[in-house]
Nanobody, 113 residues
């Protein structure tokens, strides 16, 4: 039914901006009261919630990452994206997009020079 698919750069250099995009099928990202999350999991560590974008484009971020995080959406493509600036190797993780019920499979992003 509802499917989410992440896409990302795979490799990002330190100090650059990491951007990953989630394409949603089976539901509209603008449907009233739907909201869409980004979560990441560094290797060997637990899940970390990063932020959320609502059906009408409001965004909320994990305070520990807020200064470096932004989200955007493209309603014509039924996509939403995460942008993480000034990355370091500690931002290496599998990045997931998710609704409260449905998750994508994740996309690995490595920060390395």
């Amino acid at each position: 039914q509802v499917q989410l698919q992440e896409s990302g750069p795979g490799l990002v250099k330190p100090s650059q901006t990491l951007s990953v995009t989630c394409t949603v099928s089976g539901a509209s990202i603008t449907t009233n009261y739907y909201a869409w999350n980004w979560i990441r999991q560094p290797p060997g560590k637990g899940l970390e919630w990063m932020g959320i974008i609502t059906h009408d484009g409001r965004t909320y971020y994990n305070p520990s990452l807020k200064s470096r995080t932004s989200m955007s959406r493209d309603t014509s493509k039924n996509q939403f994206s995460l942008h993480l600036s000034s990355v370091t190797p500690e931002d290496t993780a599998v990045y997931y997009c998710a609704s409260p019920i449905y998750w994508g499979q994740g996309t690995q992003v490595t920060v390395s020079s």
